[in-house]
């Protein structure tokens, strides 16, 4: 076969005595520049980032994925800090991880398996990971999620980037949440919106459904463990102002004439913090709005619309009064942010080259933009991501107009009968050594009666109603919030271990239609064994000579634990799989030095990740509550393959000009190309090269003077150049 040679060039321009900026330039460091913004490249998962006065893009990263993973669902979360990246990975296979990517090691700092893409979450999987900035806390030291699971159900997660483990959760089963209704259907999936302070503000969508007009969205308080409706985002895709917390979104209010599209979006929607109210301020029928954003500082907004059949957008900018400034006239626009003193956006026609635009608008709409950056003609296409600290101000600004009161809600949620208040019930207590004790109630139809009772952590606890009339069923809880049967269940008898020592609830609704009257029998037998549960003797798992797997076997009965004891090095990489030939467990596994890599909020049989640190990992194998099983554990951790070169001495050039290189593989097994920073650390610049291939990717960072190439499967190091202006126009063939 004939070597086809695709000259690829790598531009590296090193300017010595110029202000250059940072190899990883944060948002503190950024901070002079009036704009910034980063982008996304989906086709090769490379992050750049546009400043102003930079050589841009002026930093780029490829976003590792975890083993076994393929791809990258859904969007890019940039933390507010700039330090970290957020997404998901995911597979063929319906698979999926949450992985963090810190900027200051240049690798995912941490991998979090969710529960496999089941019917509900394929359906929901359009806003899997609908994230932005405001998935973090404001310090960046917290992470909010939320995701579908098994049968319908959904759960919102905040996990710890110090601690590394899980803070708190809200489950479509807790407590708070069953006065709401919220569904817990196939589709149902919630998307953090803002997390702020205590409070993380989430909307509920459905990917199986017909794209609504309205999302329902709701405050969660994770301090005060309280639920409740909000106006703040009546769609999925509203933009924030992060100085103010005021949202504008798109919406579909019958009051206004609309575009002959059905389910055309007709009015601009602005919520207003400081009321907690959402009005609508501008109304067109001329298109349908697509989305909202705010630009020049948040004084005025910008919306796409479309008019089918044809499908180019039009983007059209607006004052908050209402008045229409004017469209933006460059027919290729695919993207736009704003920034402090106008719009940021990226066009190119089909096939043509990308180019980053800066517009003034303050300057009026037709003053010519500044050109910021320009790819190449066939690359794949960037888009933009929502970049923190872009626009600073607080205002005064000027008053949102008012075409209505408030906006017209149509709730996606199917309206149901409310929970009723308690209106008998009281305090259960056992008489002296008595281990069942019996009441009585009358309710009236759709009436709720609330019993109480104090039981250690440990116990089987079995409730059973009877009934002289009517109907009813149990719902049982603890004060903590932690839901043993929710209302989904729809029975009259309960019966399971209690997890702590505290009190619990134990609702009895009666059924809408007639009155009961009911006997509630509660048995708590003694414990036999101490309340809490010893620590498992741990097993330390011993590989043979050479291997580089290994394989353990255990039985457990009902909630038994096994506990794995092995020693690894820091930068391998562990595999964990549970395979069972009776019952089902999960994997627990964490450092000695307590450093949780999976916790049991996972609920995961499997496990694939980095290891932080050269230590012990403890690797617990907890079974089921309600059968036995017999479990194999696999385990498979692969060599770290040291440097065959040591790094240089002084990663730093000391010549200016640009130097073009072309890079080409030939090697039937594919490579990584990676360059040396300042501080001789390796980072990749580009994905990996099959056979007979080379990559399209320009303007890599100042200073990348040495560049390496490894063995993709093996991390083998194959060559190292040290790049310098007699090179100019080489290329380097990886045979």
């Given at each position: 076969m004939?070597k086809?040679a695709?000259?690829?060039?790598?531009?590296?321009?090193?300017?010595?005595?110029?202000?250059?900026?940072?190899?990883?330039?944060?948002?503190?460091?950024?901070?002079?520049?009036?704009?910034?913004?980063?982008?996304?490249?989906?086709?090769t998962?490379?992050?750049?980032?546009?400043?102003?006065?930079?050589?841009?893009?002026?930093n780029?990263?490829?976003?590792?994925?975890?083993?076994?993973?393929?791809?990258i669902?859904?969007?890019?979360?940039?933390?507010?800090?700039?330090?970290y990246?957020?997404?998901?990975?995911?597979?063929?296979?319906?698979?999926?991880?949450l992985?963090i990517?810190?900027?200051?090691?240049?690798?995912?700092?941490?991998?979090?398996?969710?529960?496999?893409?089941?019917?509900?979450?394929?359906?929901?999987?359009?806003?899997?990971?609908?994230?932005?900035?405001d998935?973090?806390?404001?310090?960046s030291?917290s992470?909010?999620?939320?995701?579908?699971?098994?049968?319908?159900?959904?759960a919102?997660?905040?996990?710890?980037?110090?601690?590394?483990?899980?803070?708190?959760?809200?489950?479509?089963?807790?407590?708070?949440?069953?006065?709401?209704?919220?569904?817990?259907?196939?589709?149902w999936?919630?998307?953090?919106?803002?997390?702020s302070?205590?409070?993380?503000?989430?909307?509920?969508?459905?990917?199986?459904?017909?794209l609504?007009?309205h999302?329902?969205?709701?405050?969660?308080?994770?301090?005060?463990?309280?639920?409740?409706?909000?106006?703040?985002?009546?769609?999925?895709?509203?933009?924030?102002?992060?100085?103010?917390?005021?949202?504008?979104?798109?919406?579909?209010?019958?009051?206004?004439?609309?575009?002959?599209?059905p389910?055309?979006?007709?009015?601009?929607l602005?919520?207003?913090?400081?009321?907690g109210?959402?009005?609508?301020?501008?109304?067109?029928?001329?298109?349908?709005?697509?989305?909202?954003?705010?630009i020049?500082?948040g004084?005025?907004?910008v919306?796409?619309?479309?008019?089918?059949?044809?499908?180019?957008?039009?983007?059209?900018?607006?004052?908050?009064?209402?008045?229409?400034?004017?469209?933006?006239s460059d027919?290729?626009?695919?993207?736009?942010?704003?920034?402090?003193d106008?719009?940021?956006?990226?066009?190119?026609?089909?096939?043509?080259?990308?180019?980053?635009y800066?517009?003034?608008?303050?300057t009026?709409?037709?003053?010519?933009?500044?050109?910021?950056?320009?790819?190449?003609?066939?690359?794949?296409?960037?888009?933009?991501?929502?970049?923190?600290?872009?626009?600073?101000?607080?205002?005064?600004f000027?008053?949102?107009?008012?075409?209505?009161?408030?906006?017209?809600?149509?709730?996606?949620?199917?309206?149901?009968?409310?929970?009723?208040?308690?209106?008998?019930?009281?305090?259960?207590?056992?008489?002296?050594?008595?281990?069942?004790?019996?009441?009585?109630?009358?309710?009236?139809?759709?009436g709720?009666?609330?019993?109480?009772?104090?039981?250690?952590?440990?116990?089987?606890?079995?409730?059973?109603?009877?009934?002289?009339?009517?109907?009813?069923?149990?719902?049982?809880?603890?004060?903590?919030?932690?839901?043993?049967?929710s209302?989904?269940?729809?029975?009259?008898?309960?019966?399971?271990?209690?997890p702590?020592?505290?009190?619990?609830?134990?609702?009895?609704r009666?059924?809408p239609?007639?009155?009961?009257?009911?006997?509630?029998?509660?048995?708590?037998?003694?414990?036999?064994?101490?309340?809490?549960?010893?620590?498992?003797?741990?097993?330390?798992?011993?590989?043979?000579?050479?291997?580089?797997?290994v394989?353990?076997?255990?039985?457990?009965?009902?909630?038994?634990?096994?506990?794995?004891?092995?020693?690894?090095?820091?930068?391998?990489?562990?595999?964990?799989?549970?395979?069972?030939?009776?019952?089902?467990a999960?994997?627990?596994?964490?450092?000695?030095?307590?450093?949780?890599?999976?916790?049991?909020?996972?609920?995961?049989?499997?496990?694939?990740?980095?290891?932080?640190?050269?230590?012990?990992?403890?690797?617990?194998?907890?079974?089921?509550?309600?059968?036995?099983?017999n479990?194999?554990?696999?385990?498979?951790?692969?060599?770290l393959?040291?440097?065959l070169?040591?790094?240089?001495?002084?990663?730093?050039?000391?010549?200016?000009?640009?130097?073009?290189?072309?890079?080409l593989?030939?090697?039937?097994?594919e490579?990584?190309i990676?360059?040396?920073?300042?501080?001789?650390?390796?980072?990749?610049?580009?994905?990996?090269?099959?056979?007979?291939?080379?990559?399209?990717?320009?303007?890599?960072?100042?200073?990348t003077?040495?560049?390496?190439?490894?063995?993709?499967?093996?991390?083998?190091?194959?060559?190292?150049?040290?790049?310098?202006?007699?090179?100019?126009?080489t290329?380097?063939?990886?045979?």
């Amino acid at each position: 076969m004939t070597k086809l040679a695709l000259k690829i060039f790598l531009l590296l321009a090193i300017i010595v005595g110029c202000a250059t900026l940072p190899t990883s330039l944060n948002r503190a460091q950024a901070g002079s520049q009036r704009w910034s913004v980063w982008s996304y490249q989906a086709d090769t998962r490379t992050m750049m980032l546009f400043v102003e006065n930079g050589t841009n893009p002026v930093n780029s990263y490829v976003l590792p994925l975890p083993q076994g993973m393929t791809r990258i669902q859904g969007s890019i979360a940039v933390s507010h800090q700039w330090n970290y990246f957020a997404y998901m990975a995911t597979n063929e296979s319906g698979n999926r991880a949450l992985v963090i990517y810190s900027r200051d090691q240049q690798a995912a700092a941490h991998i979090i398996p969710l529960p496999p893409q089941t019917a509900s979450s394929l359906y929901a999987n359009q806003y899997d990971w609908q994230a932005t900035e405001d998935s973090f806390n404001e310090d960046s030291t917290s992470l909010a999620f939320g995701y579908a699971m098994q049968g319908g159900r959904w759960a919102i997660y905040v996990y710890s980037l110090t601690a590394a483990n899980g803070t708190a959760s809200l489950t479509s089963d807790s407590p708070e949440v069953q006065p709401l209704h919220i569904p817990a259907t196939e589709g149902w999936v919630p998307v953090v919106q803002r997390f702020s302070h205590t409070q993380i503000v989430f909307s509920m969508a459905n990917g199986s459904t017909q794209l609504p007009t309205h999302y329902d969205t709701y405050a969660w308080d994770t301090s005060a463990h309280t639920v409740a409706a909000t106006n703040a985002y009546p769609m999925v895709n509203a933009d924030t102002l992060e100085t103010t917390g005021e949202t504008v979104a798109v919406g579909a209010d019958s009051r206004f004439p609309a575009n002959t599209n059905p389910g055309a979006t007709n009015v601009l929607l602005a919520y207003n913090s400081a009321t907690g109210t959402s009005a609508p301020f501008y109304t067109t029928n001329a298109v349908s709005m697509v989305d909202a954003k705010f630009i020049q500082n948040g004084e005025r907004i910008v919306y796409s619309g479309v008019n089918p059949p044809t499908p180019q957008r039009h983007y059209t900018v607006i004052q908050r009064d209402g008045t229409m400034v004017g469209d933006l006239s460059d027919p290729n626009i695919s993207d736009v942010i704003g920034w402090q003193d106008g719009v940021i956006y990226l066009s190119g026609a089909p096939g043509a080259a990308q180019t980053l635009y800066i517009l003034n608008t303050r300057t009026g709409l037709s003053t010519p933009p500044e050109v910021a950056w320009t790819g190449t003609a066939g690359a794949a296409s960037l888009r933009l991501l929502q970049t923190p600290g872009n626009m600073n101000s607080t205002g005064p600004f000027t008053a949102w107009a008012q075409l209505a009161q408030t906006a017209q809600v149509v709730p996606t949620l199917v309206p149901s009968t409310p929970q009723p208040a308690a209106s008998g019930g009281g305090r259960i207590v056992f008489p002296a050594g008595a281990t069942s004790v019996s009441v009585q109630g009358t309710l009236a139809a759709g009436g709720m009666d609330r019993w109480v009772l104090k039981a250690l952590g440990g116990q089987t606890m079995t409730a059973q109603l009877t009934f002289s009339s009517g109907q009813a069923i149990l719902i049982v809880f603890g004060v903590d919030g932690s839901v043993l049967q929710s209302d989904h269940a729809t029975s009259p008898t309960f019966s399971g271990v209690l997890p702590l020592t505290e009190d619990y609830n134990i609702d009895v609704r009666g059924n809408p239609d007639t009155a009961t009257s009911y006997t509630l029998s509660i048995t708590i037998p003694p414990l036999v064994a101490p309340p809490v549960a010893p620590t498992p003797t741990g097993k330390r798992i011993v590989f043979p000579a050479g291997a580089t797997s290994v394989a353990v076997q255990g039985s457990l009965a009902p909630s038994g634990t096994d506990r794995w004891v092995l020693k690894a090095l820091g930068g391998q990489t562990l595999t964990a799989k549970l395979t069972f030939s009776s019952g089902i467990a999960i994997l627990i596994i964490f450092g000695a030095d307590g450093n949780v890599l999976i916790s049991d909020h996972a609920a995961t049989q499997t496990f694939t990740g980095v290891l932080p640190s050269t230590q012990d990992y403890i690797i617990d194998v907890r079974n089921n509550p309600n059968s036995s099983t017999n479990y194999t554990l696999t385990i498979t951790i692969p060599p770290l393959h040291a440097s065959l070169v040591q790094p240089p001495a002084n990663c730093q050039g000391n010549y200016s000009g640009q130097v073009s290189i072309a890079f080409l593989n030939y090697r039937s097994s594919e490579i990584w190309i990676n360059g040396l920073n300042a501080n001789c650390q390796e980072f990749h610049m580009w994905p990996m090269l099959g056979n007979n291939t080379s990559f399209n990717l320009l303007a890599r960072p100042a200073g990348t003077l040495f560049v390496r190439i490894r063995d993709y499967s093996s991390n083998q190091l194959l060559g190292q150049y040290t790049i310098s202006s007699s090179m100019s126009g080489t290329a380097i063939s990886i045979q």
